[in-house]
């Protein structure tokens, strides 16, 4: 694997020196910030702007469960959805710019751009995940007064392997499809599929689809399976890959 | 004689387009090859297939006695590539993209400080501490000249080098060719004519995917030469032009600026024959008649600019 650490290194430059520096961080700490001061009071904004339309249905009190969903579900929607349009361009924009030419007549493997690409990005993605939810229990801990570790530990976790997996997806997305918007199209209708495949109850127990609603569920507190989920996405996620790495050797560039 | 590059029918086609037709290259180690040819011959095409970014459709393309298509990344090692328009990390050095490029080659860290020291006095960007992305055009092709040099190459691929260039960099970009002929193998595409009988060796001149012509400068302009001959005559030019555009053997006739008619031949045996014959006949002195000395210049238009493009 020629290459591989010189050009992971130039990739880990590039996130810290760039707009990749601020883009994704940003939007993981604003609701890992936000999301426990949310959660905690967004009853109370309810109650003063609207009581005269709940009529008798009672809201009840917020807790610490609430901070933890809401937390997954912004990792499931609006930081998975900026995942998918940031690394639409993860290959292609290096194809545009011309630097891929200048790297890939150097003695770097095709396997080593792609690999160092798929492993930087997993790597950086799981720092945020851990920032974030450090963060969010913190934040927790500090506006509920309770915050217990387990539930809010291992449903990031389990959305990092669907994150994880999602970046596989974009590696090969971005090599096959050369315009960032086509390939963010193709993730975005990807994420689409997958969650219509976890409503069939054997997809949405052991396949990747099911991490779909495993993290909200771990969230909760309530037992799911994992094992299987978390086995086949991490899989899927390294066959993908490989098959990014095929397709990046046969194209011409 | 130890080749640098070798093509054996070269062909790439995209569709029913043929950029590439059958191309038959031999370039020795240690020269200076210029690669002549007009926009969209099929330079870049040619060098994207020596350094692996092309397949062929058909056909061999050797560097350094491996096969590019079967050989691994190893052999990348032992070249230099700047592309016609190279593509730069903007928010880098250039002394960072230089060390980049020097690690992504092994090369040791002391061996690098050397190297990346005298390249960017090389490339006038020794001072420069800004990032690439603030650079001109010019900066960058000699920061892409550079990093093409980092892992001291057997053999250099530079397409459209000077393109960029003001004269002063021009010239410095050729001294530097020049000071590597003999130890390295240079071959340069190009469509400034100046620039390769400055400093080459030998052409090879493309067209429309097809080498119609290659080998030594001297020996081009020379073989191109003795199809035209220069005529002068005491008088009556224009007369004489007239006899002489109704030969077979005539191809053209033009009047000069001085007034010698300028006559590209079909068969010089025949008009060596025919011509004083001519001016005889029209009862004019015969001044001088001599083939014409043709430049590169010269052999390239009349290859490459007579079809419609």
New interface residues.
Partial sequence: M??F???A??EFL?IV??WRLWVLPGIVLFFALTGPVMARFTPEILRAVAADQLGQFTLPDPTYADAYTGWIKNLSQIVLFALIIVYGGIVSS?RR?????????????RGAFILAKATVHSVFLAVLVVAGTLVTWGGTAIVFGEAPGGALWSASLAWLVFGILFVALMTLFSVLISPTAGAAGAGLGAYALVSIAALWTPLGTYSPAALTGVPTSLALGKSVETFWPVCTALLLAAALVALAVTAFKRK?? | MSLAIRTSGLTKTYGEHRALDSVDLEVEEGSIFGFLGPNGAGKTTLLRMLTGLARPTSGVVQILGHDVTAVDDSIRARIGFLPDVPGFYDWMTAEEFLRFVGRLFSIDRRTLDDRVGMLLGLAGLTDVTTAIGGYSRGMKQRLGVAQALINAPELLLLDEPTSALDPMGRRDVLDMLTSLRGRTTVFFSTHILADVERVCDTVAILDRGRVVAHGPIQELTSRYAERKVILEVTDAAGDLAQDISREPWAASVAVGPTGALEITVTDMDAARLAIPVLVAGRHTGLCRMDAGELGLEDVFVSLVGGGAR
């Avoid at chain 1, 710019?97 to 150097?106: E, F, N, Q, R, W």
């Fill in positions: 020629r290459g650490a010189a050009f290194r130039k590039e020196r760039t290096e710019s011309g630097t891929a030419v200048l790297v890939l007549t150097k003695p770097v493997s011409e560039l």
